[in-house]
């Protein structure tokens, strides 16, 4: 996953009323309503209301990303949730929203982005919930994936865990990566066909999931296409935005909400149903 930079992160707050008409215009759902689709769950089997959440801020690697921690606990605390960010950082943050009694803890590194239910040690991983939350979206603005086709475009960990959803829902998915050997490697563990050119992939799918960082070539973007595409940098120009029908985009909501949606399931299911997908 593309690390976030300060530039990055410093308007997510103020575009979250935005981003949640964005997701309601083109995938008929809100934004709690689709990370309780991406989580496997209805919103009348869970009660997120008060449910106290820590953010803990993490040092290591590169450091901490201004603004990363309270962008967070914005989009958590607007599921309903009691989000706040710790005063400490690392180990001593941490113990300061267990003393507080978080019920739930969000903490990232470089490499993982998880949080963690405190009542059980369950956790969500940030790149599974997105992978779900894109999912999710691109299955309600196409109006369901079964019987479609779908391109993947990158086969790392975002792209993979989409592709095996998609096909799992009735998707037949082809998957291209720049290192071809990851895309065929991945057709080898799920029934995915593999694509050798991007651009040739592109111009023939109606249904695209963009988990590439790199930058998309709008002349090969098919007229009229949903492209699920989250995470920064965007990567579409001016004609790849003209051409295609809908792009559902955001920095970090989707996959953080998904991630505290899917996190507090793992303690406060009020109907004891099997929550699928999770
Ligand atoms: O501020 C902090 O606590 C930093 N340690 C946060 C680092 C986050 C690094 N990860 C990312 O930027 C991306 C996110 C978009 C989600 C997963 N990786």
Do not use: W
């Not at 989580?39 to 009660?47: L, P």
């Not at 990303?65 to 950082?89: C, D, H, Y």
């Not at 003209?242 to 299911?269: E, H, W, Y």
């Amino acid at each position: 996953m593309t690390r976030l930079t300060d530039g990055m992160v410093k308007d997510i707050i103020r575009s979250l009323d935005s981003a949640n008409e964005m997701l309601i215009a083109l995938t008929g759902m809100d934004t709690v309503e689709l990370a309780c689709d991406a989580a496997g769950i209805t919103k009348d089997m869970i009660d997120l209301d008060g449910i106290k959440v820590g953010i803990v801020p993490v040092t290591s690697g590169k450091g901490i990303i201004t603004k990363f921690s309270e962008s967070v606990a914005e989009i958590v605390r607007r599921l309903g949730m009691e989000a706040s960010v710790t005063q400490a950082a690392d180990v001593t943050g941490l113990a300061e929203a267990l003393s507080a009694g978080a019920e739930i803890v969000f903490m990232a590194d470089d490499v993982t982005f998880m949080a963690i239910n405190t009542k059980n040690g369950r956790f969500s991983n940030n790149s599974y919930c997105t992978a779900a939350g894109y999912v999710s979206a691109l299955k309600g603005a196409a109006g369901g994936l079964d019987g479609k086709e779908v391109l993947v475009l990158g086969a790392g960990r975002v792209g993979a865990i989409a592709a095996r959803m998609m096909t799992g829902m009735g998707a037949a998915v082809t998957v291209y990566d720049i290192d071809e050997e990851r895309a065929r490697a991945l057709s080898e563990s799920i029934p995915v066909k593999v694509a050798a050119d991007v651009n040739a992939a592109l111009i023939v799918h109606d249904l695209v999931l963009n988990a590439a960082p790199g930058a998309i070539d709008g002349r090969f973007v098919k007229e009229g296409a949903i492209i699920s595409s989250p995470g920064i940098p965007f990567p579409f120009d001016g004609l790849g935005i003209k051409r295609a029908g809908t792009i559902i985009n955001d920095p970090l909501d989707i996959g953080v909400a998904v991630m505290a949606v899917q996190c507090a399931s793992f303690s406060r299911l009020r109907r004891q149903d099997a929550a699928h997908g999770t």
